[in-house]
């Protein structure tokens, strides 16, 4: 297998189906129109392709392209990689034939860089066989993530008649204007999905406080001070989920019905910090244990007090900690299903996800559905976006010390 000859067509055949089945895919869903990538022929003309790339290298560009093209247009005879529809709009093919040759010249010449046609050592055969997989994995992974967020954000902007018409269509008329954003109007309007949002935003916040509160000196404890059990206790913060909150559903419940504290905002607030706190202590006694010590003791010998070590030491240090946490049980607070499902009953105090729930009764439009979890999805998903790399150095904080 250790020819070019022989690796470049395997690898340009299984490529091409890839390709073939993405364009297929993003076509389909973007336009309505019918698009399917044919197997068999992928699989050929991926393999004339690959022995093309690495039979003439890069300086030979013509070549390149020109098997890369004869790819693009072979749609249009029906003997192409994607079979397009005969309904299809002559934009809607333009861009396929467009998209195919652009597509599988930059990312085929990618995966051959460099590929002899004859005998591969060891290293250039790996690098082909890794960069074809890296490929494959970022499509893939993408897909995954997008086709639902795409599918959920088109079906939002369409009508009840359009989806009757053709539930697989998730294009989008542009020439409707505002009138695209009826469904998030009609939210807002007559589901009170303002109060959903206010009431989601400061019961997470507050749970952000409160597992802070409790979180920071209890890490800072685990981490700094030494008693009986904590190599055990440091150890065994996270067992608490190793028991499923489904098992713990109904205890919360009778407990919360007995004290009155079911359908209450400050139940929802007193049980989230719960959830949050263990994972708080985790993520921040590892990241205390990482801090120099020196600096803390300086300030004890200069006359502060613990506290204000604590305060005007440790907590400056460990602003990348706290802003990845409190990020973390943000998410955590917004998210969060099962408990407002089970304890809030009352629609003035639902939080977001709870309003969502409601949508999803065949008494109301499938795009309002779609609509209720754009608005839920789509700021915690800026948050993360924007606060990324804080996340991921809080959660590999305590990677290596603790």
């Not at 440091?234 to 019905?257: D, E, G, K, Q, T």
């Not at 939080?351 to 999805?377: C, D, F, K, W, Y």
Request: proline residues 5%; glycine residues 8%; contains cysteine.
């Amino acid at each position: 297998m250790r020819k070019g000859y022989l690796t470049a067509p395997v690898l340009g055949a299984i490529w091409l189906v890839v390709i073939a089945t993405t364009v297929a895919i993003t076509m389909s869903f973007s336009t309505g129109a019918a698009f399917r990538p044919q197997v068999l022929l992928c699989l050929i003309w991926g393999a004339v392709a690959g022995l093309v790339y690495v039979r003439f290298p890069a300086q030979h560009a013509p070549a390149r392209l020109g098997i890369s093209a004869f790819l693009g247009l072979s749609g249009l005879t029906g003997f192409g990689p994607v079979l397009i529809g005969s309904d299809t709009s002559l934009q809607a093919v333009v861009v396929t034939v467009v998209a195919m040759a652009v597509v599988m010249h930059l990312s085929l010449a990618a995966i051959l860089k460099e590929t002899p046609f004859g005998e591969l050592t060891r290293h250039e055969y790996e690098e082909a066989v890794i960069r074809f997989f890296t490929g494959f994995g970022y499509i893939f992974f993408t897909a995954i993530v997008v086709i639902p967020f795409y599918v959920m954000v088109m079906t939002s902007l369409k009508s009840q008649q359009a989806l009757l018409q053709n539930p697989l269509d998730f294009s989008v008329d542009l020439s409707q204007g505002t009138d695209l954003f009826r469904s998030y109007t009609e939210l807002f309007r007559d589901f009170n999905f303002g109060t959903y949002l206010w009431t989601s935003l400061y019961v997470s916040v507050l749970t952000v406080f409160i597992t802070l509160l409790f979180s920071v000196p209890g890490a800072y404890a685990v981490a700094r001070f030494r008693f009986q059990g904590q190599k055990a206790f440091s150890r065994s913060i996270l067992l608490i989920y190793m028991v499923p909150m489904i098992v713990l559903a109904l205890p919360i419940y009778i407990a919360f019905s007995l004290t009155g504290l079911r359908n209450s905002i400050l139940g929802i607030v007193m049980i989230y910090p719960v959830t949050t706190i263990p994972v708080a202590l985790y993520m921040l006694q590892g990241y205390f244990r990482g801090l120099p010590t020196e600096v803390e003791e300086a300030g004890l010998m200069d006359g502060l007090s613990r506290l204000a070590v604590i305060w005007k030491i440790t907590l400056p240090l460990s602003l990348p900690a706290l802003a990845s946490v409190s990020l973390y049980v943000f998410m955590i607070a917004w998210n969060e299903f099962l408990l407002a499902f089970m304890l809030l009953d009352d629609p003035s105090k639902f939080t977001l996800t709870r309003g969502v729930t409601m949508l999803n009764s065949s008494e109301i439009p499938r795009q309002h559905l779609m609509a209720g979890a754009v608005i839920a999805t789509v700021p915690i998903m800026a948050l993360f976006l924007g606060l990324e790399r804080f996340m991921t150095k809080g959660l590999t904080a305590g990677s290596v010390k603790g």
